[in-house]
């Protein structure tokens, strides 16, 4: 365990947390990437956290993996846009934007969270640093 | 209170400075393209000059070896801003472990 | 000479050396029996004394060049030894200053 501790493990769930935020903006900005029916939809990324094994228990968090969405979307039906197929059918992602803004509040206020952990334990740190001297 | 404690803590005050002027020039760099961003080491340098008898050790600044953005640059907001502050307290520390050195000495002339 | 003014006076000897808060407790022991009986009983809890301050200090400067280096595991571990440290210098010192004055009003005393 390093000498600031805390911070550290503050740190490493900033660190997952802004990764949550960058797959849930990469979602959300492929929320209308269409493709031919003979492709695979674009896929949803969902970040997955894993606790770090550390002797003491406190080695905090990291991103364990990164879980993909459906790959076969939903077919809809626009005759209209150029990768449509014969039925006038293209393969759109199945994302969710109401699920994706929820988990964008909630992957915001982890961060927050983490670096209200940083500020809280670096008065901390202040205080046993200003230790014995009345 | 010996010339190498102090001299150690002086080494680590040295690196420490260095290392927040580093943090900050990451910083500024965060989105200049190709920037790569500088660590500072001393540690390790310093622990083997204690072992040694002396607490004389210099400060080397290596480049980061991170994987880059599409931009080129690797410079990580959130670990430059963590060691920011875990830098600016182990300064504040390191000030204080002066200090009490110091303080030890001014205690022992004491006379009255 | 009596014996509490001897044992007084050799303590203050003792303790008038400018580095006696410093100086390795080896050197305080091996005085020691050339006092007065009376006296070996505070030259020897002085000595103990000297024995903890210099641990105590040297606990700290560990503790110090450990937190330089980046391998001090608390921070109040070193602030609590550094506090300790100046406490034990600060009564040392005290101790040793009152004995000086001891001795210097013992000196002053009409023959």
């Given at each position: 365990m390093p000498l600031f501790g805390a911070i550290g493990v503050a740190g490493t769930g900033v660190t997952v947390y802004r990764k949550w935020l960058d797959a849930i903006s990469d979602n959300i900005s492929n929320i209308n990437t269409a493709r031919p029916t003979s492709a695979a939809a674009f896929q949803a990324r969902y970040v997955v956290a894993q606790a770090v094994t550390s002797p003491d228990g406190t080695g905090g968090v990291q991103v364990g993996g990164i879980a993909f969405g459906s790959a076969a979307g939903r077919l809809v039906y626009?005759?209209?846009?150029?990768?449509?197929?014969a039925q006038g059918y293209v393969r759109m992602p199945d994302i969710d934007l109401g699920n994706e803004m929820t988990q964008m509040i909630m992957a915001q206020r982890g961060y927050q969270a983490n670096l209200a952990v940083v500020d809280r334990a670096k008065d901390a740190y202040q205080a046993a640093i200003q230790l014995g001297r009345n | 209170m010996s010339d190498v404690t102090v001299a150690a803590i002086h080494s680590a005050l040295n690196g420490l400075a260095l290392r927040q002027r580093v943090i900050a020039d990451n910083i500024a760099n965060i989105?200049?393209?190709g920037y790569h961003a500088k660590k500072v080491g001393f540690e390790s340098a310093l622990a083997s000059a204690v072992s040694g008898g002396t607490g004389a050790a210099g400060a080397d600044v290596q480049t980061s070896l991170e994987p880059t953005r599409l931009d080129g640059n690797n410079v990580n907001l959130d670990q430059e801003t963590l060691s920011n502050v875990d830098t600016g307290l182990r300064y504040q520390l390191m000030l204080r472990a002066m200090d009490n050195e110091f303080g030890l000495v001014r205690d022992s002339l004491r006379t009255a | 000479m009596t014996a509490p003014i001897g044992a007084v006076a050799a303590l203050a000897s003792q303790a008038v050396t400018?580095?006696?808060?410093?100086?390795?407790?080896g050197g305080l022991n091996a005085a020691a029996?050339?006092?007065?009986t009376g006296g070996a009983g505070f030259a020897n809890a002085l000595g103990g004394a000297l024995d903890n301050l210099q641990a105590v200090q040297s606990k700290a400067d560990t503790l110090a060049v450990q937190a330089a280096t980046g391998t001090?595991?608390?921070v109040h571990d070193y602030t609590i030894a550094a506090t300790e440290a100046s406490l034990a210098t600060q009564l040392t010192v005290a101790v040793r200053n009152k004995a000086v004055e001891a001795f210097t009003e013992i000196m002053r005393m009409p023959a």
């Open positions: 626009d005759p209209q846009h150029p990768l449509a197929d | 989105n200049t393209p | 400018p580095t006696a808060a410093v100086a390795p407790p029996p050339a006092a007065p001090l595991k608390d």
